[in-house]
């Protein structure tokens, strides 16, 4: 069973940066596809970044493109969202989530989810 806890979330004036972490407890954390999603009352769950099991390849929404980072430290079992340049609407409530195949960030094809931690932009 694989879990998954976000932190770092918090509130931010825009402008400002926060940097979300997600610890996954699984032996096998190298070998997954990690990405990350957030979802703001009355909206869908919105796919952010996504990165390969390597590492050495992103993927990132139009409306986060240049302003956040994903990366991963495969000794940590550990991703990041760095986020940039933050903007009132990118207040929401952000996930992390893995999954063993297909590169894309498509929220339906992840099986394995964190609880979330809350980002507001003021």
């Known amino acids: 069973h694989v879990q998954l806890v976000e932190s770092g979330g918090g509130s931010v004036q825009a402008g400002g940066s926060l940097k979300l972490s997600c610890v996954v407890s699984?032996?096998?954390?190298?070998?997954?596809?990690m990405g990350w999603f957030r979802q703001s009352p009355g909206k869908e769950r919105e796919g952010v970044a996504g990165i390969t099991t390597s590492g050495q390849s992103t993927l990132y929404a139009d409306s986060v493109e240049g302003r956040f980072t994903i990366s991963r430290d495969n000794d940590k079992n550990t991703v990041y969202l760095q986020m940039n340049s933050l903007k009132p609407e990118d207040t929401a409530m952000y996930y992390c989530?893995?999954?063993?195949?297909?590169?894309?960030?498509?929220?339906?094809?992840?099986?394995?989810w964190g609880q979330g931690t809350q980002v507001t932009v003021s």
């Open positions: 989530a893995a999954k063993r195949y297909c590169d894309n960030i498509r929220a339906t094809t992840f099986p394995f």
């Open positions: 699984s032996d096998t954390f190298s070998s997954y596809y």
